[in-house]
């Protein structure tokens, strides 16, 4: 009975949960510089209409943390649904169609905008969940609990994080829902048990400069660079076995199918979630950017050059940083890291600017609880959906990494290709959806 009564809360008010959406859309939290704490303000109102607890943490630089909750009572069990609040930035707005702070809607079905699906849809969604559990008065004996985070796009630091160590800690968690983007098209929703990881170090290489008409007397730093990058392939990172074999990947995808004649034939044409595949069973390097030089008749004394490391659950950042160590002391040169105090110079300075472990809920095939979700998904999307890794990171990796909560899952409303692209947009019926996902799981789990 409560159950179609929150069904119908949700069916009956749909344009005002669109509006709500729509307002977080216009309001720019473009990450660099974030400014959350104008969207953390807005969701406070509309959460206040409702008689909720929320609070808004201020870090600083107009960016805030924000923490809401059903009940006062944390003795029963937790329910934590996470979702961040800023957005990367629009690009060149000129090849917007619709300007990305416009939230505009075409014929009622599809809303575009920076943050559309990256992430404000979960996020409102999320948010009215938890306003509607709260404004028809179900009867729960546990409690949820809603955080709205900066800095996601930027590693998560002032956010997750930030929210984790100082307010959520102490706080007994049962099962956490991050809210982004989950839908893998043409497929139908895929829910995350684990993310791959990530390490990303600036390589400073270190030469001596002169006039290149005596090049001999100098030490280029260009050829030092290009030394390291001709034998990167022969850096050791340890292999890991994949969490999730490639034959079981497979079957989870197919198991959405009618037949797995039909899934072969689908999947033999969609590259790009071939490659998902692979990316899932290895993990990955690049180098994507280099500098050096100054002018043409100058040797260099500095080339730099970033390389992104992918790992997978079970390889460790500091592995890939010891391989990398190994590798170019191998070569003859020196080492430090831009982190050491010491004076000494080196050949090759490391400047590790952004670590995120890669994390894995390793019992999730044995757990009712997902069970339970994806019963949830499957009854208001009405289509079969399934469990699946994430070849990016995200912030679910720090409630699993630190023991908080293993049983942290992704999923919500958008489409993973849509994100981070010009013409962001998100399908209404997806977010409503959403709402209805979030509001009858929590009502489920907390009853
Ligand atoms: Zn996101």
């Known amino acids: 009975m409560s159950e179609d009564l929150i069904l119908n809360e949700i069916e009956s008010n749909r344009e005002g949960y669109v509006k709500f959406l729509q307002r977080l859309i216009q309001i720019n939290t473009y ?3 974030g400014n959350e704490m104008d969207l953390a303000v807005e969701i406070e109102k509309y959460l206040k209409e409702g008689n909720i607890n929320c609070e808004i ?7 805030a943390n924000l923490i809401a909750r059903l009940n006062d009572n944390f003795s029963g069990k937790n329910l934590l649904y996470n979702g961040h609040m800023d957005t990367v930035p629009p690009g060149n707005e000129e090849e917007w169609k619709h ?19 990256d992430m404000k849809a979960g996020l409102a969604a ?3 969940a938890l306003k509607i559990l709260k404004t028809l008065g179900v009867n729960l004996s546990g409690n949820l609990i809603l955080n709205a985070v900066p800095d996601e796009e930027t590693g998560g630091k002032k956010g997750t994080k930030w929210s984790l160590e100082e307010k959520l800690k102490d706080i007994k968690c049962d099962f956490a829902i991050v809210g982004e983007p989950t839908g893998l098209d043409p497929l139908p929703r895929a829910i995350i048990v684990g993310e791959k990881g990530i390490v990303q ?3 400073i290489t270190y030469g001596i400069s002169c006039h290149s008409s005596v090049s001999f007397m100098g030490k280029n730093a260009i ?3 290009s030394d390291i990058i001709q034998n990167l392939d022969k850096i050791e990172i340890p292999a890991v076995k994949p969490p999730i074999s490639e034959s079981e990947l497979l079957k989870l995808l197919s198991s959405t199918f009618p037949s797995e004649e039909i899934f072969n034939k689908i999947y033999s044409e969609q590259e790009v979630l071939q490659n998902v595949v692979k990316a899932l069973q290895t993990s990955t390097k690049s180098m994507n950017m280099i500098k050096g030089g100054i002018k043409e008749n100058v040797v260099p004394d500095k080339c730099e050059a970033v390389i992104d490391f992918r790992l997978l659950p079970g390889q ?4 890939v940083i010891d391989a990398l160590k190994k590798l170019i002391s191998s070569l003859g040169y020196t080492i430090k890291e831009s982190t050491d105090s010491t004076s000494e110079k080196a050949d090759v300075e490391l400047d590790i600017f952004l670590i995120a472990d890669p994390s894995y809920w390793s019992n999730w095939r044995e757990s009712q609880e997902i069970k339970d979700f994806i019963n949830v998904v499957n009854q208001i999307y009405e289509k079969k959906s399934f469990y699946f890794l994430h070849p990016a990171t995200a912030d679910a990796q720090y409630y699993r990494n630190t023991g908080y909560c293993e049983k942290t899952i992704m999923f919500g409303p958008g489409s993973a290709a849509t994100a981070h692209s010009v013409n962001e947009s998100a399908e209404i019926q997806d977010y409503i959806n959403a709402i209805k996902v979030y509001a009858l799981f929590a009502y489920r789990f907390l009853k």
């Open 201 to 203: 170090v600036k390589i």
């Open 316 to 319: 460790k950042s500091e592995m």
């Open 31 to 33: 990450n660099p510089p």
């Open 223 to 225: 050829y030092i660079m």
């Open 126 to 128: 999320m948010i009215v």
């Open 99 to 117: 300007p990305p702070l416009s939230g505009f809607i075409k014929r009622n079905k599809i809303m575009f905008g920076r943050g559309t699906t």
């Open 57 to 63: 943490f201020d870090i600083g630089n107009n960016r």
